[in-house]
């Protein structure tokens, strides 16, 4: 059983596994030269960068419940702990909707939906499932979600940007998501389509079932179980899920990310239950100690990653957005973006554009592990 003192260093290293990978592909030097596993697939399908996102979700889930767990070891009454939820995702979905306003601060179009404002959604819904609801009832919660998305996805005409009537038109901008989006933001949109958007209303309900998969995983690891066999049931049920991602694909509807499909939300399960086990089997549950302190010292960086994984994200965007909304006056007359003036030399080097694009990401992952390093040595960790 987890007390009210333990903590998962695996989950920390999970999550600072998560923050690290998406500072990887949100930062290349050139968005024009990349390799494909290193951005989104471009509709249905998957590449590791279309991980990313879900394993966000299922890390919320698990940590929700975990959370939750110690606080009741603690006496908190049901109401505190919902209110304390609900105050934590508002104040997610305001930062969220702040990264966006800057730098241009243009309220006739700001993009209101977003990543934090998706995390902000998703932890508000699942926060009474998780404070007043048994396993059983979230697991019926996510077979309900799933179900009822489907149907409105393939059965329920809707129209599209044209004006025509479609249905099951699982398309950019044709689905009945899209259409939702459309007639709620208006403007407020994705500005790469402005017809629909990735992290839109109606495809946060199977959102909230990847964060209600790492809920259940919570309680598996809360349980009076054997910590080997809690690492083989991860696995197992990992396996499973990506046969079931599988089979949902075939019959029902593909894999995708910016639909949040079904299938794409088992799948992501999947894979975040079999990356998280390997990091609880090494950092949490392994019998050897000497392999255990061994891999604490190798995914230290991970660590300090996770434990300011929001503050450390934030922060990501803003500076990513400052170094392109910053311009420098040169002598010959251009004002090149401070992106540019840092990518130039790098991109001079005698490389691939391809791996000169992926250096200034690892660079730039390396100035944010600079700056993690700095708050873990100071033991300031950032909180909402």
Not at 120 to 133: K, M, Q, R
Request: positive net charge.
């Amino acid at each position: 059983m987890l007390t009210s003192k333990t903590r998962l260093l695996s989950l920390d290293a999970f999550r600072g596994f998560t923050i690290a990978a998406m500072f990887l592909v949100n930062n290349p030097g050139d968005w024009g030269s990349l390799y494909p596993q290193l951005e989104h697939a471009a509709w249905s399908g998957w590449t590791f960068t279309d991980c990313i996102f879900p394993f966000f979700l299922f890390i919320v889930g698990v940590s929700l419940h975990l959370s939750l767990h110690r606080k009741v070891l603690a006496d908190h009454s049901e109401t505190q702990l919902l209110l304390q939820l609900l105050k934590r995702a508002l104040w997610i979905f305001l930062i969220g909707l702040a990264l966006n306003l800057i730098p241009n601060f243009d309220f006739q179009s700001v993009r209101i939906p977003g990543v934090l404002q998706r995390i902000a959604l998703c932890t508000a819904l699942a926060a009474p499932l998780v404070v007043y609801s048994s396993w059983r009832g979230q697991l019926l919660v996510i077979m309900a979600l799933l179900a009822i998305y489907s149907f409105i996805m393939l059965a329920v005409q809707v129209p599209d940007v044209e004006g025509n009537l479609v249905a099951a038109a699982l398309e950019p901008g044709r689905d009945a998501g899209a259409y939702i989006d459309r007639s709620v933001f208006g403007n407020h949109l994705w500005k790469q389509s402005r017809t629909w958007d990735p992290e839109g209303l109606l495809s946060t309900l199977p959102a909230v079932c990847s964060v209600l998969f790492g809920v259940l995983t919570g309680h598996w690891l809360s349980a009076k179980r054997d910590i080997a066999e809690k690492t083989v049931w991860l696995f197992i049920a990992g396996l499973a899920c990506l046969a079931i991602g599988q089979i949902l694909a075939s019959w029902l509807m593909p894999v995708n990310k910016s639909l949040w499909t079904p299938s794409f939300a088992v799948f992501m399960t999947g894979w975040a239950l079999i990356v998280f086990a390997c990091f609880y089997w090494l950092l949490d549950a392994s019998p050897a100690i000497h392999l255990k302190n061994r891999m604490i010292y190798l995914m230290h960086p991970f660590i300090m990653y996770g434990m300011n994984a929001l503050f450390l994200f934030t922060l990501s965007g803003l500076i990513a957005k400052m170094l392109g909304f910053i311009h420098l006056p040169q002598t010959d007359g251009s004002q090149p973006s401070l992106h540019a003036l840092l990518y130039a030399p790098i991109k001079a080097l005698p490389v691939s554009a391809v791996n000169a694009s992926l250096l200034f990401a690892l660079l730039f992952n390396l100035t944010m592990l600079i700056i993690a390093w700095g708050m873990w040595k100071k033991r300031w960790f950032v909180k909402v």
